[in-house]
């Protein structure tokens, strides 16, 4: 019997990409479905990945790339991008920025079903519900019928079917398979180009598991002997690489998949609690998940943190302590004595189960990972950003110490975690002031070529390192930190003019505002977090006029610049400042 | 019809050395068939299935033209007694000439691509650097800085090594990059593109050195090492025509260099080899 | 001048095959650059009168000559490999298929890796009938080792360590694109390309980048 042709201007639906047992872990694989090149790879959870072969950058095929196991590295420039997400994690030729959450590639909706990896060109991002099968199969013997039992992926083969003909002997193909090797076959066939098919025959039904190696090697030798049959017939064209087939292609409007196809939304997210635990004295974690049908979470670059939506207008950040591949969030949250709501509310109120809103990750402690040496200093609850870069930088074998100043042994949080980094993590317990000042001019006696220093902690603390670092003559810029919060008094009784390059307004900022308030009031849309001049959100680009800095977030040299400004609470010196927005 | 930009440039099409000894080369020429022949009364011809073409030879290659050619770039360098010219080597890569230039034009993968010869990692940060426009049209890329982990054969230890980069002609690149014998002069490595047609090339690697050390042997198998890796990139690199609207791949402030560049042929109004940006970026 | 000296060209997969089993075999050699293109110094008569073929690679072992490159990856891996894995003479049964597969290789050779000196420094080949060559023989190579995997095989001999043959077949296999033939259709070679490249001291060339 011959099928009717295959229908190959209706490219939806569900195809295979690979078998399941390609994609073995540390490998990629590159795929190819409707003329679209698609790089397939799993990570080390398990998750398969199916994406545009093609760097967001310049367009080189990620098939090219390393499967670190929880990120994909390119070839040409060694961007990362982070398994499930697809987010850019990292652009290694400028290790002081955060790749924007915008820099994220398609993901295509995956299902590994039949001992396949299936996808489909037109569905929106997103996965399918465990559970159920794809539907349409290309496929005349329906592999559904055997749904529950197993299927065993038999060889699979290109075969050119010719420019002329699209019909393909397939049920003469499928039976002799099924007397050749003592099960039921089903044959798949994973469009690749119009003239050529991937055809993926399955054991499928009780009796596959038991089909042995030589009925496996016969069975490769008919479909060898089939595929030499069908590209006779066709002629001798076999070309299904490179230009040739590019008028091909063109012709029937195939065409890469955009890796730009995702949008990444910049609202937030709604997520559900799926773990609460004590972690230390006074600092309960949580862990978030997305809820159910929404998709993953963007990937986290380690430094970032999340706004937790209190309520409407009560904003609480939170760094993020994920380590490279983690696709749950994780954040710790110490209860203050003074809080106003946030923290108390996470210790009281919020339990497993509960939906809550948060913002994206934003990342404004990003982790440089060109240095030879990193060196992470933690005091207290500011270990949580730092859990994140010392999970990273473990991951990559590069040199780092964690240093964490804790009160006693029950304060110290995610005591896991920092286990894992083994002699990498020391804790420092019960140091008094000037012990702690002793220890810091001793871990900070040798600034060098190729050391950083990322610092997170109370203000004091940070305010010593800064210090110490100075005077054992660490240049500014590899010296990093992150406040809680903004230690100094600010002063809000300037008014100033402020221009806006890019729309062409002019705003006054009176006394007691800031100059975030007056954007706000006149409806100009600008990022921002802890609203104290501590975390850097705000901060944006300053073409004249000199600023009246009095946030921590940036450093001296930066201040001293004079080309950005973090609007959420610094001022100007002169009479204008104009702003690119 | 053939872009009339692309038309009325020179290019390169073969080293004259190489043409002596075999007398005749047929090629194409933005996908025009065409023929280069040395002529017995000495001198050498060019000639496309209908007419004869200019011909000039410079910098070691001969150069020709299916149009009225715009004068070609200078390279002062090559004037200097003792510099030792040479082709490296002429390799055929399968995608357009701007996407070669653009990638000559790139420090960032140096790390990633020629591992261990002139990037390593973790050493990947480009710093910034100067882009301008001259008077004459051309591109120049200075105070370029990357780390290179062993600058030349001797060296035990890695350093941040300076770079200009030229751009005097839409399917040409230049480097210079001071010399290990002598830090006050500048060894200049140019990357000359014949576009065979507009998603194949043919990439002369022109050198003109000070060195006295190292045989020809050498220097060209370690150009060709260079090439041969950027190579295999741009062969994995889609669409094969330099898309010039900025939107349609994602640059990073590294890419100055190439932003300028796409920003010139676009104003230029090159249309061969690349994709215009009132083009659909399909592909 | 006393050692092992390489006549060598750094595009040639040829030489690459020697350089590799050299790195892995921990070996000591000094490479001497033959001007191969475009200079065609190998077909020079200095150069012919080290090989009169007027080809490369070219191993000179403290002045005992041998050319063509299976004949050198056969006398290191012989002489230089005590274990005597990469070349199992004591087994006649895997040798035999050693010698299958290194046969195997000079198809490769001859047409994948000519698809690419065609496509890379103009060679007149017919490239139709070498890119259709090459995926014959990947056809076939893709099935051996898919089944392979299946029955326990990572290498394409039986046995548990790689032989000459491996390094033989990989760099035709992994450069192929280069010559207009993609891997995409071959999973399997990817995968076993991948374990060549976890072999301790796998040295990569142009085009063929680490695992």
């Known amino acids: 019997m011959n099928l009717p042709p295959v229908d190959y201007a209706a490219n939806r639906g569900w195809y295979p990409v690979a078998a399941s047992a390609d994609a073995v872990a540390g490998h990629v694989v590159a795929g190819r479905l409707w003329g679209s090149d698609l790089v397939i790879w799993r990570d080390d959870n398990g998750a398969v990945n199916v994406w545009p072969d093609r760097c967001l950058h310049r367009g080189v095929r990620l098939s090219l790339g390393t499967n670190t196991g929880t990120e994909l590295v390119c070839r040409y420039h060694g961007w990362r991008y982070a398994t499930v997400a697809g987010s850019c994690t990292y652009i290694p030729a400028h290790p002081d920025n955060a790749p924007a959450q915008s820099m994220c590639t398609s993901t295509l909706p995956v299902h590994e079903y039949a001992g396949l990896v299936w996808t489909t060109l037109d569905g929106a991002p997103g996965s399918v519900a465990v559970g159920t099968s794809p539907e349409p199969f290309p496929v005349e013997h329906d592999v559904n019928d055997h749904a529950g039992s197993a299927a065993v992926p038999l060889w699979a083969m290109t075969v050119n079917v010719g420019t002329g003909t699209l019909e393909v002997e397939l049920d003469g193909l499928r039976k002799a398979l099924t007397k050749l090797v003592g099960a039921e076959v089903a044959v798949v066939l994973q469009p690749v180009d119009p003239d050529a098919v991937v055809v993926r025959p399955l054991a499928v039904g009780e009796a596959a598991p038991a089909v042995d190696v030589s009925a496996l090697d016969a069975a490769a030798e008919l479909l060898s002997a089939f595929a030499r049959r069908i590209e006779s017939g066709a002629g001798a064209n076999g070309d299904y690489d490179g230009n040739s087939r590019r008028s091909a292609t063109e012709a029937r409007g195939y065409g890469q998949v955009s890796p730009h196809g995702r949008t990444v939304s910049t609202g937030l997210l709604d997520v559900e609690v799926v773990a609460k635990w004590e972690t230390a004295d006074g600092i309960v974690a949580f862990e978030f998940l997305p809820v159910e049908g929404a998709p993953p979470l963007p990937a986290v670059q380690p430094g970032a943190h999340i706004d937790v939506h209190m309520t409407a207008d009560l904003l609480r950040p939170y760094s993020l302590t994920n380590g490279p591949g983690d696709t749950a969030y994780r954040i710790g949250v110490k209860r203050e004595p003074d809080s106003r709501g946030g923290s108390a509310a996470m210790h009281d109120f919020v339990t497993v189960g509960d939906r809550l809103t948060i913002s994206h990750p934003r990342n404004t402690f990003p982790l440089r990972r060109d240095a030879d040496h990193t060196l992470l200093i933690a005091g207290g609850i500011g270990v949580t950003p730092l859990l994140a870069m010392a999970q990273t930088l473990a991951a990559t074998g590069a040199g780092f110490e964690l240093h964490y100043f804790v009160r006693g042994p029950g304060h110290v949080a995610f005591a896991d975690v920092i286990q894992t980094l083994g002699p990498h993590a020391v804790v420092h317990h019960g140091l008094d002031p000037a012990g702690t000042g002793e220890e810091l001019a001793s871990l900070l006696a040798e600034p060098g070529f190729g050391r950083q220093v990322y610092a997170c902690g109370p203000g004091p603390m940070l305010d010593a390192i800064r210090a110490t670092a100075r005077s054992a003559g660490w240049p500014d810029d590899t010296v990093h930190f992150e406040y809680f919060q903004n230690p100094n008094d600010l002063d809000l009784d300037s008014t100033f003019e402020i221009a806006l390059s890019r729309t062409a307004r002019t705003f006054t900022v009176p006394a007691g505002e800031t100059i975030l308030d007056v954007l706000r009031t006149n409806g100009v849309a600008v990022e921002a977090s802890c609203e104290q001049g501590a975390c850097g959100t705000c901060v944006v680009p300053l073409l004249d006029g000199r600023a009246d800095h009095q946030d921590v977030y940036l450093s001296d040299t930066q201040k001293a610049t004079q080309d950005r400004i973090a609007v959420c609470v610094s001022r100007a010196e002169t009479e204008r400042l104009v702003l690119e927005l | 019809m053939i872009d009339p930009v692309a038309r009325d440039l020179w290019c390169a099409i073969v080293a004259s050395a190489e043409l002596g000894p075999r007398r005749r080369f047929a090629t194409r020429l933005l996908g025009v068939p065409i023929e280069l022949t040395a002529e017995t009364a000495g001198g050498f011809a060019a000639r496309s299935s209908d007419r004869h073409l200019p011909v000039i030879e410079r910098y070691g290659y001969l150069w020709t033209s299916l149009g009225d050619p715009v004068p070609l770039f200078d390279i002062p360098e090559y004037d200097e007694p003792d510099r030792r010219i040479l082709n490296a080597g002429t390799l055929q890569v399968a995608t357009s000439a701007p996407r070669c230039v653009e990638n000559f034009l790139d420090m960032g993968h140096f790390p990633y691509v020629h591992t261990d010869l002139l990037g390593a990692e973790p050493h990947t940060e480009v710093r910034d650097y100067r882009v301008d426009t001259d008077a004459g049209g051309e591109i120049w890329a200075t105070e370029c800085v990357f780390y290179q982990p062993k600058a030349a054969a001797n060296a035990t230890e890695g350093q941040l090594t300076e770079y200009t980069y030229r751009v005097p002609h839409p399917y040409v690149a230049i480097l210079y990059k001071s010399c290990a014998e002598d830090p006050t002069r500048n060894d200049v490595i140019g990357l000359f593109l014949h576009p065979v047609d507009a998603e194949t090339s043919r990439a002369h690697n022109f050198l003109c050195m000070v060195d006295s050390v190292n045989t020809e042997s050498g220097m060209r198998h370690f150009q060709q090492l260079i090439f041969g890796q950027d190579k295999s990139i741009l062969e994995n690199q889609l669409p094969k025509r330099l898309p010039l609207d900025p939107r349609a791949e994602t640059p990073i402030r590294a890419d100055k260099s190439s932003i300028v560049y796409r920003r010139h042929l676009t104003e230029l109004g090159l249309r061969y080899g690349v994709i215009r940006p009132d083009e659909s970026v399909a592909g | ?211």
Not at chain 3, 177 to 192: D, H, N
Not at chain 3, 194 to 207: C, E, L, N, T, Y
Request: with cysteine.
């Open chain 3, 1 to 211: 001048m006393s050692g092992i000296r390489l006549y060598d060209y750094e595009l040639s997969v040829n030489c690459y095959k020697q350089r590799l089993l050299l790195s892995i075999l921990g070996l000591d050699y000094e490479r001497v650059p033959v001007d191969f293109f475009p200079g065609r110094e190998h077909q020079g008569d200095t150069f012919r009168r080290i090989n009169p073929l007027g080809h490369i690679p070219v191993l000179d072992d403290n002045g005992y000559v041998v050319w063509d490159a299976t004949a050198i990856s056969i006398y290191l891996a012989t002489g230089y490999d005590d274990s005597g894995r990469w070349y199992p003479v004591a087994d006649p049964r895997r040798l035999g298929r050693v010698a299958s597969w290194m046969a195997f290789a000079e198809g490769t050779t001859n047409t994948a890796s000519a698809a690419r000196l065609h496509d890379t420094l103009g060679y007149d080949f017919d490239i139709d009938a070498c890119r259709r060559g090459a995926r014959d023989l990947f056809r076939h190579l893709d099935r051996h080792l898919w089944l392979g995997e299946l029955e326990g095989r990572r290498w394409l001999v039986d046995g548990d360590h790689p032989t000459i043959a491996d390094l033989a077949v990989f760099p035709d296999a992994m450069l192929a694109p280069q010559g207009g033939v993609s891997l995409t259709p071959y999973p399997a070679i990817r995968r076993w390309t991948d374990r060549v490249k976890d072999i301790p001291g796998f040295v990569v060339m142009a085009g063929i980048y680490p695992h």
